[in-house]
Structures are given as C-alpha cells and as structure tokens.
C-alpha cells in the first residue's frame, strides 16, 4: 500500500500521561501537515513539515504538543501531559511541492483516534 | 482565507445527480475553491478544485458562477459510496502562501437507495 499511513489507530490513555503518534507519508512527498478532528467539525490545521522543516503551527499546538519529522520521511506527534480536551482524531497528510509551488492535494493518512480518560 | 457557507445536510437517490451549494462570498481573486469529501472513519479525500471556470474530473464537476461568489460541486450519478461529509475550502494558492486547509463543518449527503 503506498497510501499514508498512521500508528497506532486508536490509543486509549489516562490523564497525564504521555503519548506518541507516528505519520508514514507517501515516499516521494515532501510536505506533511498534522490536522485534528473532534467530533462534528472539520480537521483543524495543526503544523506544516517541508522536509524536516517545521514551517508553520497553529495557536492550537500548545506547549505540550510537539512535532518532529527528523530525516524529512515519518513524522510523529507527541502530546505531553494528556487532558481530557485532546480526546479526537489526529489526521495527518502528505502533498509534493517545492519552493513556492502549491500542492493541489493533500492525501490523508486513517487518522489515530485518541480517548484520554 | 474566506470563510464558506454550506447546508449541514442533503440527501440524494442513488443515481441521480447530487448537487451542493457553496456559499463563498469574501473570496478573492488569487483564491481557489477546492472540494474535500470525508467518508465516515476515513481521512479527507480531494476531489477537484478550480479558478473562475468550470472543471470536470472523473470524481466531480465543479461550477463556479461568474462573480465566483458561490459554486456548485455536482456527483452525477450517486451512489451509497458516496455518502460523506463534503468540505468547500477557498484557499490562496502559490506565491508562499500557506498550505494549510481550513475545513468549515461541511455538507453530510446521505445518498438513499
């Protein structure tokens, strides 16, 4: 399957504890966007990777939310210290583009549904 | 980015036409207008996007009136497999621009039998 892909797909945990999610992108995309989806309402933006550059972060990723994509492939999302408010889909994608070329698409990876109890 | 209007809900019998609205009346001229579909436990899927003229794909057509304050994004034969939450998302495109979307709540087309 060369789709993006995304583990674990559902994570159960308590308050405060520390979970880690990880984005496989398309190989040949350089971009990857991590979103969030609560119940109801559409993904929100969280941050933008171009390669390993973290080139944008919403005001929505708290100071215990971190995101990496270390060698410009996976990506993985951490959220510290888990509140019961963090309890949704954590959707990422992947697109190709270059410089200021735009991507048309975006390709969504299963999401990881996150229940902080 | 503009913000879009969209009805929460249609319905459609399955091999007809589906027709939703979109409502995106501040939109700019360096903006685009891009339909995203998300089927219940899956992530967004793109459909089509487009400028000022029509567009066609295999998915969808996309029609976008004249002033381009409003477009229509046309299914036309639907099937229960089409049956999802669609997003109309207006987005500047190049130049640097962010490459984020911003979803509204979209449209849930139920497609009956």
């Known amino acids: 399957d060369t789709g993006v892909s995304q583990n674990p797909r559902h994570k159960i945990t308590k308050r405060g504890q520390n979970v880690t999610f990880r984005c496989d992108p398309i190989s040949e995309h350089n971009r990857l966007y991590w979103y969030r989806q609560t119940l109801g309402q559409g993904p929100e933006f969280l941050t933008y990777?171009?390669?390993?550059?973290?080139?944008?972060k919403s005001r929505l990723l708290s100071d215990r939310f971190s995101a990496e994509r270390p060698k410009g492939s996976f990506s993985t999302l951490e959220i510290q210290r888990t509140e019961q408010g963090d309890s949704a889909m954590y959707l990422c994608?992947?697109?190709?583009?270059?410089?200021?070329?735009?991507?048309?698409?975006?390709?969504f990876g299963p999401g990881t549904r996150l229940t902080v109890l | 980015d503009a913000k879009t209007t969209q009805p929460p809900s249609m319905d459609c019998a399955e091999g007809r036409a589906a027709n939703l609205p979109c409502n995106h009346s501040?939109?700019?001229?360096?903006?685009?207008v891009y339909w995203y579909r998300q089927i219940h436990s899956q992530g967004p899927q793109y459909i089509i996007h487009g400028l000022k003229n029509n567009e066609t794909n295999e998915m969808a057509s996309l029609i976008i009136t004249e002033d381009r304050k409003s477009s229509t994004l046309i299914l036309p034969h639907a099937t229960l497999r089409d049956t999802a939450v669609y997003y109309c998302i207006v987005r500047v495109a190049g130049g640097g621009a962010t490459n984020k979307l911003i979803f509204g709540t979209g449209t849930l087309l139920a497609v009956q039998p």
């Open positions: 501040t939109i700019s001229g360096n903006e685009y």
């Open positions: 990777f171009q390669n390993e550059a973290q080139l944008e």
């Open positions: 994608a992947s697109s190709s583009g270059t410089g200021g070329v735009w991507d048309n698409e975006q390709f």
